[in-house]
């Protein structure tokens, strides 16, 4: 076992480091003034809570100032057991946008935090339900900013949100980050990259994806069970049975049709450098759909981003899970200067030109 003198000498490298990364390797000097982007003690915020099916959903809407009426952004998680502020994660980011004007709404997904239910017996259309029914409480709420209220999500959001704002005839903006179109693309590409990550050669790859296509055929198949999957699974630490139902029932996902359809102004964004979501291919599909839907819609792959849009030379990983603690430190230190240069406000500056539009 290391002596505490050398576990303190440890330490004080990755101190080092990541000092070292803050005041030389990131431009601009930017060590620890992010730090304040973890507090929201002095925004105006306000407790709302709305019901979707048997479930009460709690969140909080966070305004720039107490006499706002301009623009408000719902924020739509991703996957996992989500809270309102992601473990403070989405902190800097809410910060980011109050300080250019936007309100936030988000709450915690069901089963989470303060609110009941639970969001792994869900589908997407049940996500895109209770992200409708969450408009219309802020619309109700918040009756000053009624015309500019819109949706701000990531990842599984490009499932949620298109559907979402389909049965929305007043809502004002969708801006999709890193929305995946496909959910078995998705897996597809998700798998390579850690096969990559493991000096997986490409033809192991293949067959390893062709391998799971067979055995997902078997496992998802309609009359198909968690006991079929624990039967069929290698896998030494297997889904536990809500969450392989959960994947069942939202295995066939895919936005296309909903994209087709959508009539709200839509910014679409990417990191180049996503590890989750193919950015390249699923950016093209948008562009081909939404382009000429209308004349606000964009799309953007940002150069030498992440799946968050953080910045891929600092923080690029699947899982953030992952993250090693010394990463950890430096987001926290970054705050919303983690991100690549340009995300907020190009998210703000086209929120904004949107609901300015007559």
Avoid: C
Avoid at 105 to 133: C, F, H, I, P
Avoid at 137 to 143: E, L, R, Y
Wanted: without cysteine; aromatic residues 8%; proline residues 6%.
């Amino acid at each position: 076992m290391p002596s505490p003198r050398r576990i303190r000498y440890r330490r004080l490298v990755r101190m080092a480091i990541v000092l070292f990364v803050l005041l030389v390797a990131v431009p601009g000097s930017l060590a620890l003034i992010g730090l304040s982007d973890f507090d929201i003690s002095n925004r105006p915020t306000k407790q709302i809570s709305f019901s979707h099916d048997d479930a009460v959903l709690s969140g909080s809407l966070i305004l720039p100032d107490a006499q706002h009426t301009g623009p408000i952004a719902l924020l739509v998680h991703g996957d996992g057991p989500q809270d309102r502020f992601a473990g403070d994660g989405y902190l800097p980011l809410i910060n980011a946008l109050l300080d250019r004007g936007i309100g936030i709404y988000s709450w915690d997904k069901a089963g989470v935090g303060e609110s009941t239910g639970n969001w792994l017996s869900q589908s997407m259309n049940d996500r895109a339900d209770e992200a409708v029914a969450a408009y219309e409480a802020i619309k109700t709420a918040h009756p000053g900013s009624r015309q500019q209220i819109g949706f701000i999500g990531f990842s599984q959001a490009g499932w949620v949100i298109p559907e979402a704002s389909r049965m929305i005839p007043d809502n004002a903006f969708n801006v999709i980050i890193s929305g995946a179109v496909n959910w078995q693309d998705q897996g597809d590409f998700y798998t390579r990259q850690r096969l990559l990550a493991d000096g997986a050669t490409q033809e192991d790859i293949e067959r390893q994806i062709e391998r799971n296509h067979v055995r997902d055929t078997v496992i998802f198949a309609p009359d198909a069970s968690y006991a079929t999957y624990l039967a069929e699974t290698s896998d030494p630490s297997p889904m536990a049975s809500d969450r392989y139902e959960f994947v069942k029932r939202n295995i066939t996902s895919d936005a296309k049709a909903d994209l087709a359809q959508l009539e709200t102004p839509t910014l679409a964004m990417w990191g180049r450098d996503d590890l989750n979501v193919d950015a390249r291919s699923d950016a093209d599909i948008y562009r081909d759909i939404l382009i000429d839907q209308h004349p606000e819609n964009e799309v953007v792959v940002i150069p030498d981003a992440t799946h968050g849009l953080l910045r891929s030379n600092l923080f690029n990983y699947q899982l953030s899970s992952e993250m090693p603690t010394s990463r950890q430190m430096l987001y926290v230190a970054l705050g919303r200067y983690a991100y690549a240069p340009g995300t907020f406000d190009k998210i703000s500056d086209w929120i904004k030109q949107v609901v300015s539009r007559p």
